[in-house]
């Protein structure tokens, strides 16, 4: 009985130990790969605005040039926004435009206006907001010695590391499953496997 307990007991560690670094490890595979998705697609934005505004007007033909709300304009409307992604448009005077995706944040842009009006240099950081953290991206619009606005792509990655919270918790319990049927199956194995030394201990005995 001692023996199969401590057969038992030690079969059970192991599978337990194994069904937490393997979720631990899914957990954390998950979030980087979560982190490097985000990345890519703030990057994708902000080339895509660097791309039209260094294009023509596709009403005109002609290149937009320091035309920034315009720029803004055809920007916004041509663009939607990914998943738990916010697009916003701040121009150098005047009020900021701004597109979301129905699962993004709202980005409390006001403590940051000041800066983004004056940006010279692509800048990008996390910002706290209601809505939880957000990283973005900003770029300026125009190069040059006038400021004269910037392009702010926001991601909200809290709504994603949800559902990789929900995809670790699916793990886990297909883990604990496999450790229940692994121990009554080592159980089972284990009354076999000592079947014979205890028979043979018995016939020992007598």
Do not use: C, H, K
Request: aromatic residues 6%.
């Amino acid at each position: 009985g001692d023996v199969r307990s401590r057969i038992l007991a030690s079969y059970v560690v192991l599978l337990l130990l194994a069904a937490v670094a393997s979720t631990l490890i899914v957990r954390q595979v998950l979030l980087v790969r979560l982190d490097d998705r985000i990345e890519a697609d703030l990057t994708q934005e902000v080339q895509e605005f660097r791309r039209l505004a260094s294009g023509n007007d596709p009403e005109t033909g002609e290149p937009f040039g320091n035309n920034v709300r315009r720029i803004f304009q055809v920007y916004l409307d041509r663009n939607v926004p990914g998943e738990g992604e916010e697009l916003i448009t701040v121009p150098a005077r005047g009020r900021p435009f701004y597109r979301q995706s129905e699962r993004a944040g709202d980005v409390a842009v006001e403590p940051y206006l000041s800066r983004w009006r004056q940006l010279q240099e692509t800048e990008r950081g996390e910002i706290d907001t209601p809505a939880g953290e957000a990283r973005y991206i900003a770029v300026p619009v125009v190069e040059g010695p006038e400021p004269r606005g910037a392009f702010v792509v926001a991601n909200f990655p809290d709504v994603e590391r949800e559902e990789v919270d929900e995809a670790v918790l699916i793990v886990a319990a297909v883990a604990a499953a496999v450790l229940v049927l692994g121990t009554a199956a080592a159980f089972l194995a284990a009354g076999r496997v000592l079947a014979p030394l205890s028979e043979l201990r018995d016939a020992a005995r007598s």
